[in-house]
């Protein structure tokens, strides 16, 4: 499959609309963030503030297939992906990968060192939901099994670390995984 990565930019309503319809489609019946494209179109425009990066892969039509943001954090050593949102069809091409690897670039020019990801347990996809995590953290991340097609999987396979949970972030046994990765 072709595509290419480009920034979103402001002028660019065709880009801001692909990436918040691909971010609606992505999680509606998912978690309770962006249920309507209104929402969806809301955190793409959040992307675009200054300091933030956001890229999208575009196929050879333009159409936008992926969509990528960074935030930077801790004086710009630290970044965090937020969000990375592939089209349903076009998932497990190496959309996903690609973007990835260009925030990587990017930010590790800018001088960060670490790379990092929280992916939500809303709907118990891991063995750490519907646990009690506080009984023992390490033990649970340490032995964490996939149980449901959850995504913190893509990001190890890229190299990322669970480095954390944040145990009932979404209400009673559904946990943020936070996941990190040295860019440098």
């Known amino acids: 499959m072709y595509f290419r990565i480009i ?17 609606h489609d992505a999680f509606r019946n998912r978690t309770h963030d962006w249920q309507d494209l209104a929402s969806a179109r809301q955190e793409v425009l959040e992307s675009l503030n200054e300091g933030r990066i956001s890229r999208v892969a575009v196929d050879e039509s ?10 930077p954090m801790y004086s710009g050593h630290v ?15 190496g959309v996903g990968r690609a973007l990835v690897r260009d925030l990587e670039n990017i930010v590790r020019a800018k001088g960060a060192i670490t790379l990092w990801v929280g992916t939500d347990d809303e709907n118990h996809e ?3 939901s519907i646990v009690d995590l506080y009984a023992d953290i390490p033990g649970a991340i340490r032995d964490v099994r996939n149980l449901r097609e959850h995504p913190y999987e893509f990001w190890v396979r890229l190299g990322f670390k669970i480095v954390g949970v944040m145990p009932d972030a ?3 046994g559904k946990p943020d995984i936070f996941l990190a990765k040295r860019v440098i």
Do not use: C, K, M
């Open 170 to 172: 979404n209400g009673l």
């Open 7 to 23: 920034d979103v930019t402001s002028d660019r309503p065709d880009l801001v609309n692909g990436a918040a319809a691909l971010l």
């Open 62 to 71: 333009a159409f936008v297939v992926g969509w990528i943001g960074g935030i």
């Open 126 to 128: 891991t063995s750490l």
């Open 79 to 93: 970044w965090e992906i937020h969000p990375l949102v592939v089209a349903a069809q076009h998932r497990r091409q």
